[in-house]
């Protein structure tokens, strides 16, 4: 079973940074490919980034690359996201994922678990 938490949301002013976490309480993470989503408030789920099961290969929205870093520990069965420049546009509910594959996927509806998310907040 793979239960996902998200942490490391909050209230940041443009221009600063936050680092997301999402820990899995399962034993096979190290072989699923992770990602990130976000929800504005009114908005669809988009995706902001994924990452392959070993690490290696990361993968970026338009949107956030050249800002954004995804990351993962897979002995501590953990998947991070460091986000710096925060813009306002970045304030979203930021969701965790995680695909019964090794390969990445941009579309949703390919994650097989998710989070409960991260509210992420940035002011003007």
């Known amino acids: 079973q793979v239960q996902l938490v998200e942490s490391g949301g909050g209230l940041v002013q443009a221009g600063g940074s936050l680092r997301l976490s999402c820990a899995d309480s399962?034993?096979?993470?190290?072989?699923?490919?992770m990602a990130w989503f976000r929800q504005a408030r009114g908005k669809e789920r988009e995706f902001v980034s994924s990452i392959r099961w070993s690490g290696v290969t990361t993968y970026y929205a338009d949107s956030v690359k050249g800002r954004f870093t995804i990351s993962r520990d897979n002995a501590k069965n953990t998947v991070y996201l460091q986000m710096n420049n925060l813009k306002p546009e970045d304030t979203a509910i930021y969701y965790c994922?995680?695909?019964?594959?090794?390969?990445?996927?941009?579309?949703?509806?390919?994650?097989?678990?998710w989070g409960q998310g991260t509210q992420v907040t940035v002011s003007s």
């Open positions: 399962g034993r096979t993470f190290s072989s699923y490919a």
């Open positions: 994922a995680a695909r019964r594959s090794r390969l990445w996927s941009d579309d949703g509806r390919e994650y097989d678990y």
